[in-house]
């Protein structure tokens, strides 16, 4: 996977620094974010609070060159550990923060690394609730340094309202039965075939960790209700009419909280295109036991409704289960049930690849 | 109707000024608006530019007690015209900015004005796309005169993302077929319509002018996106059995712009009842040609079933048809046709009143 093409939102390498001096502080939204780069992990004990990082070591490889890892540190994302001073040497252009504490928050004994990184010149770029300038010293650290402070949840200035035209080029979506059921995951792994099969596509970040490994996106959350549609459309603009923008979900139509950022995203999005991300052993929603997980069926049927107001063509191309924590056994009978009660392909992107649903999509949408 | 009980958004006469030397910047969100007050309306020479202005006389006239007009304003509000001078002399302690040059601006001949009410201890309050204390001079002229910059369009810090949990009370929404069909207008009147009646309402504002009116209020469009549910579940907190809140509607579900907002409102008001209104004469959503207003009978289904998620006996209680350009014939023949066509009361609020509907809403809903 070649994340660096040129012309599309991938590309993690920007051409400008900053004069010295400068506003330090930018919002990434669709600004790119530099590479080669280290990952920040603090000192967490746990891999849940290190997603985002490993997320990023993961996914781009070819640019994380390392970690910085404070002592008593558990968590490993399985690249050299560097101090920042080697990062620095070693040509890292960029610290990302791939770790929280509870909360978000950034505990007081990691921000003298940050403000080291800064110091030395390296962008920090972090998807937090509040702003790295917030951190106690980092935006003089920055200044001194000459590097950027990068939120990447901030949305960018003077976003449009949705307008509902139809764009050219062709767009899947990843959509939920719930949120954290495997819409990133789904997403970069169907772009990675598509590309894998000489397909011109592009992953579209939507998330913070997402916005991390493209090195560029829309936190689509953040932004201000009237104009969520709008940065949907701005996220996946006119294209070639081959080209496949994968878009990554947020949400779920039946989330109680989060609904509406969810149809937001896909009226914006205009897909031809989704797939639905479920866990099976799920009953109801994460952190809001009184709502049930609704069926994949029914996710199906809401996303058609809603889509068709922007692309009456919108169709279901496949299911993504997660069928991480069954016996293999398990996992084969859920993959052909779901398949025959749907009529559509089902995979596991882990366990299974994607191939089944791109070969569909490919079929339903020839070249 | 008396928009001052105790204990509710409608009361507009808040207990405390702030300190002079106090930050003199409040967001509005749920903050309530000083009475009595004055509307500025500029020279605007057309009602378009002023129908915040003319909403605010119109139902808050015991609160309202005159306009201040610069020359050549051909925009009447029907209340005294004062100079900021008489204004404060009077006991205004409030100036409302009644009216928007094209694209919500304050031209800058305006702003002497706003300084001068400022500089004479009224606090300033606007609905404008941006804020007051970036206009030159405004925000010094505050602190000199010990006035609040309130800005209705701010939303609150710190929202919730929305739980989904029943409330007490009940909740009644206004929807549209698209914007500005009547949604605020037909709410005000359903909420004036019961407290007619003896019944304990509460009118809860979700726009500018809605907030204006009411004194306090929530801009729901300007939340950030994943807290927009949670804004909406603020806005109508838990209350007595019998007691109804009568929340504005915003955009239309069926709005390539703007449905995020609808659905979000929608689901955190968790509303028992909602009122669709229409304007029978729009063929196509207002600035979007190539989307078609759908019909009544489409909102109803679709309100209901993206309702249920928070309330499953969510049910449709009228049709407020905008009539204003038809004739009177022609009026009755459309209210007739609907109501038949619906099975339910439909009223023009303006011509006919909404006693039908609320007739409707009491034998759904008894004590």
Redesign the interface.
């Known amino acids: 996977m070649d994340w660096r093409r040129d012309g599309e939102l991938g590309n993690a390498h920007p051409q400008g620094r900053p004069a010295q001096g400068a506003r330090p502080v930018v919002n990434a939204g669709l600004t790119r974010i530099p590479a080669p780069f280290v990952v920040f992990l603090g000192d967490i004990q746990d891999e849940v609070f290190g997603k985002t990082g490993l997320g990023v070591a993961q996914w781009r490889p070819q640019d994380c060159i390392g970690q910085v890892r404070l002592p008593h540190c558990l968590v490993d994302a399985g690249v050299p550990d560097m101090s920042i001073e080697s990062a620095k040497a070693c040509g890292a252009r960029a610290l990302i923060v791939g770790s929280a504490a509870v909360g978000g928050r950034i505990p007081e004994g990691w921000t003298a690394s940050l403000c080291a990184a800064a110091r030395a010149g390296l962008d920090v770029v972090a998807g937090l609730h509040i702003r790295l300038a917030e951190l106690p010293g980092l935006a003089e650290a920055a200044r001194a340094g000459g590097a950027r402070l990068v939120d990447v949840r901030v949305p960018p200035a003077s976003l449009p309202?949705?307008?509902?035209?139809k764009r050219t080029g062709k767009r899947l979506l990843t959509v939920g039965t719930d949120c954290a059921c495997g819409k990133k995951y789904t997403a970069l792994a169907l772009h990675q075939e598509l590309r894998r099969r000489g397909r011109d596509s592009t992953f579209r970040a939507t998330g913070q960790t997402g916005i991390m490994i493209a090195g560029a996106g829309m936190p689509?959350?953040?932004?201000?209700?009237?104009f969520?549609?709008?940065a949907a459309e701005v996220l996946s603009p006119e294209n070639e009419p081959d080209h496949w923008d994968v878009i990554e979900g947020q949400g779920a139509l039946?989330h109680?909280?989060?609904?509406?950022?969810t149809?937001?995203l896909l009226?914006g999005s205009q897909p031809d295109a989704f797939v639905v991300c479920h866990d099976p052993l799920r009953s109801s929603i994460s952190g809001?036991p009184?709502?049930p997980v609704p069926s994949a069926a029914t996710i199906i049927e809401r996303t058609v409704?809603l889509g068709r107001?922007?692309n009456p063509a919108i169709r279901c191309v496949g299911i993504a289960l997660n069928t991480s924590k069954v016996t293999r056994a398990e996992r084969e009978r859920l993959l052909k049930r779901y398949a025959a009660e749907s009529g559509l392909p089902c995979v596991d992107p882990i366990a299974t690849g994607t191939e089944a649903i791109v070969d569909k999509l490919l079929r339903d949408f020839p070249a």
């Open positions: 309202v949705g307008s509902g035209r689509i959350d953040a932004v201000v209700a009237d969520v549609t709008g039946l109680p909280g989060y609904l509406q950022v149809v937001g009226v809001w009184d709502f409704t107001l922007t």
